[in-house]
């Protein structure tokens, strides 16, 4: 089968990492890809967000079934226009993909499905939304409805903090149309979760559990990234959580959007704050997390293409995936200035000849004969171990080998799941 995955970053590196090693694969296409995806498969000048450009690669190359790794293409709408031209394609459609793509939109439908999440209110006006803080007080949480690259969530400690916020959102439409409508909510204390499943509309299959560190720096300080390092399982979700995610949450998001008339297909990703056994929502993403898929895909044992296809034909009923038993962790070097200005064009030392585990590239490109920088998040080390120290251990013991200018990361990924600080 011709397979081609759409997106440019770690989390797409190693979804090729795993198509890669199945018997059916005969073509693999990325779009854009990076120096590391180049490896595996034949990268396509194709800007993720080109869906009408993907479309007709599709067609032209006769692709039996495309990945959608990033939420802007599902957000514009690239699975109904892949339906539409008889092409396979994982990922939810777009009105499906409004989980990710409104925040709005996310907590209309979780009242409805009767989800745990914090309470908000939604504002178009920023008049009102000052008056909401001054009413409701601090920490309280300002988010941008619409996608703002990682960035549109301020946690706010004080009033001030809150009513800032609001301006750079609001008024000064810092986020573009994305943040001209807030949510406003209640802030919620607890330890962060990565829940994902697979649904093809009718079977919900949950997938390995796994943790993120969100924050830049070591000990959760420092400002929010798209992920620093992840690790897998997490020790916070127990048989008991996974069932109470997947009845009180999972499900009835799916139902909810069903009675509507929206069939999900893909990766529901529900990022859950867990507090004294219990887990609110606070966000939806319509894809796999990145750094989490890294380290997902390491511990998956059957084949990626056979999810993929059961979840776009509608088969998933008859497909269990089986997942390794030993743990695993990723650790993401970043670049100088990461996440306001990443500095680029740094050459990377020290790629090659890692036995312990897989280096995957987010940000690199290939500059003459050398591998470069070329955005925030440069590689993700993941390795397996026989729990999460261990394979937290493991992937350290890449780090040490590679070396770039400004390269940074945390000294603490799977604290929380029992790793000791570097
Ligand atoms: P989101 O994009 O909604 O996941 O928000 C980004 C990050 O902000 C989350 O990973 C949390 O660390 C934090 N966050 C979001 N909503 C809340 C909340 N209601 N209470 C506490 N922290 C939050
Ligand atoms: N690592 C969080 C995300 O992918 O949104």
Redesign the pocket.
Same mark, same amino acid.
């Given at each position: 089968m011709r397979v081609l995955v759409v997106g440019g970053g770690g989390r797409e590196h190693a979804l090729l990492w795993k198509l890669r090693q199945s018997a059916r694969v005969t073509a693999l296409y990325c779009a854009p890809g990076n120096a590391g995806t180049a490896a595996l498969a034949e990268n396509v000048a194709i800007a993720a967000d080109d869906v009408a450009a993907l479309r007709d690669f599709a067609r032209r190359e006769r692709i039996d079934a495309t990945v959608v790794g990033p939420e802007l293409p599902l957000v514009l709408g690239i699975a109904d226009d892949f339906t539409a031209a008889g092409l396979r394609c994982f990922g939810p459609c777009r009105a499906a993909a409004a989980l990710e793509g409104s #925040?709005a939109f996310a907590k209309d439908v979780m009242a409805r499905a009767g989800v745990p999440t +914090?309470r908000h209110a939604v504002f178009d006006d920023a008049a009102a939304a000052s008056r909401y803080v001054d009413e409701v007080g601090a920490p309280v949480?300002v #988010?941008a409805d619409g996608l703002a690259a $990682?960035k $549109?969530?301020a946690?706010c400690a004080t009033r001030a903090d809150a009513q800032a916020a609001i301006d750079t959102s609001m008024r000064r439409g810092a986020f573009g149309d994305a943040g001209r409508r807030v949510v406003i %909510? %209640?802030? *919620? +204390?607890g330890e962060?979760v990565s829940f994902m499943a697979v649904t093809d509309g009718d079977t919900v299959v949950p997938l390995a559990s796994s943790q993120d560190h #969100?924050r830049l720096g070591d000990g959760d300080t420092g400002p929010?990234t798209g992920g620093m390092g992840a690790y897998s399982p997490s020790p916070l979700v127990t048989p008991a959580l996974e069932r109470a995610v997947m009845e009180e949450i999972v499900r009835p998001v799916i139902a909810t959007l069903a009675a509507s008339g929206i069939r999900y297909r893909g990766v529901l990703y529900a $990022?859950l704050?867990v507090d004294a056994g219990r887990a609110k929502v *606070? %966000?939806f993403n319509v894809r796999f997390g990145d750094p989490e898929c890294q380290v997902l895909m390491l511990r998956l044992r059957s084949d990626l293409l056979d999810l993929v296809l059961a979840v776009t034909d509608g088969t998933l009923v008859r497909h269990v995936p089986q997942w390794e038993t030993r743990a695993s962790a990723g650790v993401v070097l970043a670049a100088n200035g990461y996440p306001n200005e990443p500095v680029k064009g740094d050459p990377i030392a020290g790629l090659d000849g890692w036995q312990g585990g897989v280096v995957f590239h987010s940000g690199t490109a290939r500059r003459g004969g050398a591998v470069v920088t070329n955005g925030g998040r440069v590689l993700t080390l993941a390795a397996l171990g026989r729990d999460v120290a261990a394979a937290v251990a493991n992937a350290y013991t890449g780090v040490e080998r590679i070396r770039f200018a400004g390269m940074r990361y945390r000294r603490d990924i799977g604290r929380r799941g029992g790793a000791p600080p570097r």
């Open positions: #925040k +914090a949480v #988010k $990682g $549109g969530v946690v %909510e %209640e802030f *919620l +204390a962060e #969100k929010n $990022g704050m *606070l %966000e």
